[in-house]
């Protein structure tokens, strides 16, 4: 993109909520899960290797 890299990026994350449920598991069974297929998911392209097709139907998915 053109941007120096200086090092790596630092990532600012609360999990408290993943956190509270590893320390009371009786509200795992609350937590919402999403079931999608991997067609489903344009995010793929960029963390899968994809067939060209499935990276250009994706690609038009996320609107690139």
Same mark, same amino acid.
């Given at each position: 993109?053109?941007?120096?890299?200086?090092?790596?990026?630092?990532?600012?994350?609360?999990?408290?909520?993943?956190?509270? /449920?590893?320390?009371?598991?009786?509200?795992?069974?609350?937590?919402?899960?999403?079931?999608?297929?991997?067609?489903?998911?344009?995010?793929?392209?960029?963390?899968?290797?994809?067939?060209?097709?499935? /990276?250009?139907?994706? /690609?038009?998915?996320?609107?690139?």
């Amino acid at each position: 993109l053109g941007y120096p890299i200086s090092g790596p990026s630092m990532l600012y994350i609360d999990n408290q909520s993943a956190l509270a /449920v590893a320390k009371n598991p009786e509200h795992h069974g609350r937590m919402k899960h999403l079931d999608l297929r991997t067609d489903e998911m344009p995010a793929d392209c960029m963390t899968k290797a994809l067939a060209k097709g499935k /990276v250009e139907i994706m /690609v038009g998915l996320l609107g690139l």
